[in-house]
């Protein structure tokens, strides 16, 4: 069944029956939905668009997230530090280096010795410096390793490189609670 309109058409003899017959299928398989869809150029841009935002709102998640375990780290060798800090009193200087500055607490003797035996370690929070043992300054470590500034008992996975001065050095022993 041809629309009337068609039937006009091909009465006045401005279309053929095979192009009316053509038109039919394609209106036919567009209804049905079997036609290839043509994508608009709105869409298209649309959808680009789309996943410009989700790929930048991604990216900022991300760098949220990373901050937020930043903090969250920090937080916790903030909270160790303040747990398992030991009482310092004394009037001996503990001399050690914070990065290039020489920096001194005044401590005990048998905090010194406890200090250069390794058993504990020296933490900076913020800035003071804190007296942590053994135990929490490895916890620390795992987490930050910039936190613990002085620690004797750590063994460095990296030793130096060994020189032909180091044998001729090796029989003068300098020992470790060397006092400055």
């Known amino acids: 069944m041809r629309n009337p309109l068609q039937e006009q058409l091909l009465k006045a003899g401005l279309v053929k029956k095979d192009?009316?017959?053509?038109?039919?299928?394609?209106?036919?398989?567009?209804?049905?939905g079997k036609?290839?869809?043509?994508?608009?150029?709105?869409?298209?841009?649309?959808r680009k668009l789309q996943a410009e935002r989700a790929e930048r709102d991604r990216a900022i998640a991300a760098e949220r997230n990373a901050d937020a375990r930043k903090k969250e780290i920090r937080a916790q060798v903030r909270q160790i530090v303040e747990t398992t800090r030991v009482k310092r009193d004394g009037e001996i200087a503990y001399r050690f280096t914070d990065g290039e500055k020489i920096t001194s607490l005044l401590v005990s003797e048998p905090l010194r010795a406890q200090?250069?035996?390794?058993?504990l370690a020296i933490a900076k929070l913020d800035d003071r410096y804190e007296l942590v043992p053994r135990a929490a300054a490895d916890k620390i470590h795992m987490r930050v390793s910039d936190v613990v500034v002085s620690d004797h008992g750590?063994?460095?996975?990296?030793?130096?490189?060994?020189?032909?001065?180091?044998?001729?050095?090796?029989?003068f022993v300098v020992p470790d609670d060397l006092i400055w």
């Open 115 to 119: 200090l250069a035996a390794g058993v």
């Open 154 to 171: 750590r063994k460095d996975s990296a030793p130096l490189p060994a020189d032909d001065d180091d044998d001729y050095y090796k029989q």
């Open 19 to 32: 192009k009316i017959a053509k038109v039919v299928r394609e209106q036919a398989k567009q209804r049905q």
């Open 35 to 46: 036609a290839p869809v043509v994508a608009d150029e709105a869409q298209v841009d649309a």
